[in-house]
């Protein structure tokens, strides 16, 4: 997940009750509906105090914070005033199916998640609703589906190769195609890279890794229009790039171990107004000034937490230029991280 698609799928709690009230339950509900595929994860627990056991024991506690087999919950689809389908929504433990719950205070096992199987319809809006039939406590949320886009530069339709060029000094101008209904946008580089160890005799490297780092360049970058189409730009400094991959890797003493600089993929991951809303109002209300914290953002109804959409759009990949993967190796900012310049390079491996 991208920034702020993860944040939602951590449990919560309410920070607004009356310690002398009389026990009120709390439904809460956290999801991110993704047309992008075909599986959709939604986060329903609960949130309360108690008179007699402390917040964080009940937080440890998994029976305090999820629902059992008295939760029933589902997802309607409508086009416009009319339902056109009904999603059951199935319980399971996010832990068996390889998606840990990040370390906190609350529970860390099980991972309880509910989830849907369906092709979301960007022109449909979707309401989940949860019932606990033991209290007869309904909450519901909606929420428009945020549709595909396109990234133009780098130009993924292109017929033509493409590399990707960026000297510390310079800027890359990224751009895309809006999404319908997205509102802010997060921006993830995927740097691919090789380690191997070079031999002289035969002027070979024998590659033994090969893998990647994420840099999250931009979170929550916001758009005014959420209307489709649209052109965005947005400009990369070199010299951000380069102190990523500086912080991003340790030299090796050895000066056979190389490491190659292959390509550049982009991720861009587009966020609904829900969501844009949740981050401005939690910003807005939250600080070391307040005099006490406010009640947080919701768009849930006799509930807390969000339900908003995104739609994580994944870009080729591309070769770095022959000119960046020299500068990756020798500028002055990278330099002494065993990136070597591009083949072509009579000192191939070494810059000099």
Known sequence: MAGFAGALLANSCTTDFDLNA?????????????A??????????????SDDVDA?????????????????????????ATLVNTFPLQRVDGDTLGIPKAEGIFANTPNILYRF???????HYYKVIATNTETGKTVSASTQVVDSFAIIRPDDENVFPQSFTLAPNT?????????????IYDMTIR??????IYFSEGDSIHYTYSG?????????????????????????????????????????ADNNFVRIADSIQFFIDAGGEELFNYFEYNNATLGLTEGQISPTYTNVENGLGILSSRFHKEGLIYPMAIQTRDSIACSTVTSGLNFAPDGSKESFPYCD
Request: charged share 25%.
């Open 191 to 196: 740097f691919h890279y090789r380690e191997g």
């Open 212 to 252: 990647y780092k994420d840099w999250l360049f931009e979170t929550n970058y916001e758009q005014e229009s959420t209307d489709g189409g649209l052109i965005i730009t947005y400009d990369i400094p070199g010299e951000s790039f380069y102190a990523f991959i500086k912080d991003s890797f340790e030299p090796v």
């Open 117 to 123: 199987v369906a092709d979301l319809d960007y022109t």
């Open 171 to 183: 800027l890359y101008q990224v751009r895309w195609r809006s999404a319908q209904d997205a509102k």
């Open 56 to 80: 964080l024991t009940l937080a440890s506690d998994p029976s305090s914070i999820y629902y059992g087999d008295e939760l029933t919950a589902y997802v309607e689809e409508y086009a416009g």
């Open 36 to 49: 992008s595929t075909d599986t959709q994860w939604i986060r329903i627990n609960r949130a309360y105090l």
């Open 22 to 34: 009389d026990f009120k339950e709390t439904p809460v509900i956290y999801g991110l509906l993704d």
